[in-house]
Nanobody
Framework: QVQLVESGGGLVQTGGSLRLSCAAS????????MGWIRQAPGKERAFVAAIGWSGISKYYSDSVKGRFTISRDNAKNTVYLQMNSLKPEDTAVYYCAAGSHSSIRAVSPDYWGQGTQVTVSS
């Protein structure tokens, strides 16, 4: 079993930055692909980013590529999402996820966090 707890969400103006954190606990957390999934108001959940167990392989959706950076610290069992140049369309609940690359990209990970709200004002 893996538990995921997000933090770092909030309200920011267009063009601003936020860093989300996800603290993971449970056995063999470092062996999982970790990622982020978001759900904007009135829309379905969508893949944002994922990172392999070693931290070398990283994947991004086209909508965030070049603006968001995913990273992980296996010693701290924590994954981060640095979000720069934020836009109003980035407003969403952001969920931390653990599983395989394909399951996270398919928005069907093995484990979910409870979510953290990010609001970008125009």
């Amino acid at each position: 079993q893996v538990q995921l707890v997000e933090s770092g969400g909030g309200l920011v103006q267009t063009g601003g930055s936020l860093r989300l954190s996800c603290a993971a606990s449970g056995r063999t957390v470092s062996s999982y692909v970790m990622g982020w999934i978001r759900q904007a108001p009135g829309k379905e959940r969508a893949f944002v980013a994922a990172i392999g167990w070693s931290g070398i392989s990283k994947y991004y959706s086209d909508s965030v590529k070049g603006r968001f950076t995913i990273s992980r610290d296996n010693a701290k069992n924590t994954v981060y999402l640095q979000m720069n140049s934020l836009k109003p369309e980035d407003t969403a609940v952001y969920y931390c996820a653990a599983g395989s690359h394909s399951s996270i990209r398919a928005v069907s990970p093995d484990y979910w966090g409870q979510g953290t709200q990010v609001t970008v004002s125009s």
